[in-house]
């Protein structure tokens, strides 16, 4: 996640090009619609690159502008709008307010129950950027006030949703909650409702729990539900190495200051890049492919820290249920793409620096959008 300052130039050639492939211009003028930190001009260039195509509607100057244009009708098309419209944001709006969500879902008459999980997945993406250098700038409120509003978005929204259907939401209400950094009440309800169910927890929810803690109790707690509960049949757990739990463990137990225990628990393994790099304060220079994994997950977090993000953010960010994880994948050299020449040819064109500083930030329809809906936090 680098200031995106290529952006402009790149519309400047699709637009001049006519023959560009339409993935191409969509992708552009995607990028170019959640970065806020450009003035109102890139709408020019986004009306530029899709024209007067049916993506034009996704594309608007407010949320609500947008769900104006959306079809009366269901239809998978609408579905994939909206999908689009909550990548959308403004200086006012970094993400879509759940009352203009509520109503596109009436809108199209699509079935609330599959969409949901869309506005859900949305929010961690939009809020992380709050903290963007070239971001804040941009904003007209502060990015705790943001995320404060966002966590107040999640409540409405539960209100609409019947405990049915909540019941396979809670592993995303999890991740939204924290990723407004000021609900962990919210967070841990959910969580334990999770838990309730009694269900092996598959990874990506075990990520979700341990980044919602707040405080070491409450990460505590919440890994004695993970490691007490059975993981999903298909996940690999080899004897003798850190698995992937462990490693979410570590991370979160650095984020929260607790570093002598999160070396504890590192040191009873082989050496493992993916996460050791937060406990890294001197560059490691050993050969062998998990110190490359280590120097350049800090490579990365350097480039994030710089531009603005704290650990909590660059945790997320690098993780592998990040949206994300694709554009970071960019970074490695080819041996992690699946090649394998040897790992310190591809590295000697990378500078040596010191590492970053990590030190942690001290009804009949199965799912309504009626507002008197059964509460699922009451």
Known sequence: MVPPDGLRAAAAVLIAYPEAPPWARNRVAGELSANISFDDSRWDDISGLVGASHWSSVYQRSHKESVRLLPTNPSALAGVKLG????????????????????????TGLDASEVVWMYLRSLPPNLVRLDLDWERARL???AEEHRANAADSLRELERHISPRVMSSLHSLFVGAYA??????????????ALVRQGRPIPLASVERGLSSARDL??????????????????EHVRPGVLNVREMYLVHHLVRLGALDEARELADKYPYNGNARWVLETEWPEE?????????????????????GLDLEAVLYILSLHSPFFQAVL???PNYLRGKDPAPEADEEELPVEDPPSLQPASSADPMTLDPAAPSAAS
Do not use: C
């Not at 993400?95 to 009436?106: E, G, I, L």
């Not at 990723?179 to 334990?192: F, G, I, M, Y």
């Open 84 to 107: 689009y419209m909550l990548r959308v944001r403004y200086p006012d709006a970094p993400f879509m307010p759940v009352d203009a969500f509520v109503h596109a879902v009436r809108r």
């Open 287 to 307: 050969k062998g492919q998990e110190y490359v994994h280590a120097r350049l997950n800090l490579r990365r977090a350097g480039i994030l820290i710089d531009n």
């Open 179 to 192: 990723a407004t950094r000021v609900a962990p009440r919210d967070s841990l309800r959910h969580w334990a």
């Open 140 to 142: 007209t409120r502060t």
């Open 330 to 332: 960019g970074l490695r």
């Open 217 to 234: 109790d409450t990460l505590h707690r919440i890994w004695h539900d993970i490691s007490t509960s059975p993981p999903p049949e298909r």
